[in-house]
């Protein structure tokens, strides 16, 4: 039994080290090309616009869910066969900046749905001060952000989310 033991206690430090090494791969294709970097240029030379970094932030969020599934695995097996348990410093920064990435695509998608909404009226029935007053909400929701997680100053999506709605906001007194 105690072969069998040594075995899976070989297996399993093997398989922590491929899943380490697999999130450093994962986490610096992330910060590369991931949503933090919508308004940046992507792999391919074009830049990323801010919904395909809202259908990055949803595959990544995905992942990660998985790779926490995993690394739970991987913790209980170390445990069971009391080996120490190996940090993962990468999947907790991912899950990290995910969460900091939410605040800014929530913000994206309630704004997209508000200018859906406002471009569905007819003109004669456009409430422009009803107009004007959600892009000014959307402009102090941005101005605040940053007031409360500092690391936002330093995402390239959250200043082209900043660009979009200074954008429009400016644009209403036009209409």
């Known amino acids: ?39 940046q240029n992507g792999a391919d030379g074009n830049e990323i616009t801010l919904q395909e970094g809202l259908e990055l932030m949803q595959r990544y969020d995905l992942e990660t869910k998985s790779n926490q599934k995993r690394r739970e695995e991987l913790v209980k097996a170390q445990n069971l066969f009391q080996l120490p348990v190996a940090p993962c410093p990468e999947l907790n920064a991912m899950e990290r900046e995910l969460k900091i990435l939410r605040l800014i695509y929530d913000v ?16 004669q029935k456009l409430d422009l001060d009803l107009l004007q ?43």
Do not use: C
């Not at 430090?13 to 899943?19: A, L, P, R, Y």
């Not at 929701?141 to 200074?166: G, S, Y």
């Open 1 to 39: 039994m105690v072969a069998v033991k040594a075995k899976f206690s070989e297996v399993t430090e093997t398989q922590v080290e491929e899943f380490q090494v697999f999130m450093s791969g994962v986490y610096k294709e992330f910060r590369a090309t991931g949503p933090g970097n919508a308004g």
């Open 133 to 175: 007053k959600a892009s000014e909400d959307f402009d102090k929701k941005v101005r605040r952000m940053p007031k409360e997680t500092k690391e936002l100053a330093e995402i390239p999506a959250f200043h082209k989310l900043e660009r979009l709605i200074l954008d429009f906001k400016n644009s209403v007194p036009l209409i």
């Open 108 to 123: 994206y998608v309630s704004h997209t749905a508000m200018v859906a909404e406002f471009s569905q009226v007819f003109w």
